[in-house]
């Protein structure tokens, strides 16, 4: 099944048509850093470093919604290909800032132009009013499940009841 051809709309599950989109998206990303021999999470993680005072690195994966062994291993990457320093936090000796090098900085502002290109394209092609609904439909899913709405955690799940 191509990924762009949802099929019939009734048939459709939402977490079909979120994980299909975003699977599209992260490919297309992902084609595109190729092309400054990086990937998307690379470039997620260098538009999620503040370029004037840096980013605390317990910060980072919270905020980009990362495991911190992922995480670990991108800033590592990243440091070997010189985009960024890892620098004491002077506010707290026991932390440390990941600051954007000069190399880090242009390849933010490269990673900061798809991004915008991909926003721009959508803009381009969807009515407000449409693309205002999406972000009200995105915004209620994220609702439902911050809240435990879904799944409540005090639902007694099938490995549960086996113990």
């Given at each position: 099944?191509?990924?762009?051809?949802?099929?019939?709309?009734?048939?459709?599950?939402?977490?079909y048509?979120?994980?299909?989109?975003?699977?599209?998206?992260?490919?297309m990303?992902?084609e595109?850093?190729?092309?400054?021999?990086?990937?998307?999470?690379?470039?997620?993680?260098?538009l999620s470093?503040?370029p004037?005072e840096?980013?605390?690195?317990?910060?980072?994966?919270p905020?980009m919604?990362?495991?911190?062994?992922s995480?670990?291993?991108?800033l590592?990457?990243?440091?070997e290909?010189g985009?960024?320093?890892?620098?004491?936090?002077?506010?707290?000796?026991?932390?440390?800032?990941?600051?954007?090098?000069p190399?880090?900085?242009?390849?933010?502002?490269?990673?900061k132009?798809?991004?915008?290109?991909f926003?721009?394209?959508?803009?381009?092609v969807v009515?407000?009013?449409?693309?205002?609904?999406?972000?009200?439909?995105?915004?209620?899913?994220?609702?439902?499940?911050?809240?435990?709405?879904?799944?409540?955690?005090?639902?007694e799940?099938?490995?549960?009841?086996s113990?």
């Amino acid at each position: 099944m191509e990924s762009n051809n949802f099929g019939n709309m009734k048939d459709l599950t939402i977490d079909y048509a979120l994980r299909a989109t975003w699977q599209a998206v992260a490919r297309m990303y992902n084609e595109e850093a190729k092309k400054f021999d990086g990937t998307m999470a690379v470039g997620f993680c260098l538009l999620s470093i503040d370029p004037r005072e840096g980013t605390p690195s317990t910060a980072l994966g919270p905020k980009m919604g990362m495991e911190a062994t992922s995480l670990s291993r991108i800033l590592k990457s990243m440091e070997e290909k010189g985009l960024i320093e890892r620098r004491p936090n002077p506010e707290d000796g026991r932390s440390v800032l990941i600051h954007l090098t000069p190399f880090g900085r242009t390849m933010r502002e490269d990673s900061k132009a798809v991004v915008l290109r991909f926003n721009e394209a959508v803009r381009s092609v969807v009515k407000p009013a449409a693309l205002e609904g999406f972000f009200e439909v995105s915004t209620k899913i994220n609702q439902l499940i911050a809240e435990k709405r879904i799944y409540p955690v005090t639902e007694e799940t099938p490995a549960s009841k086996s113990s």
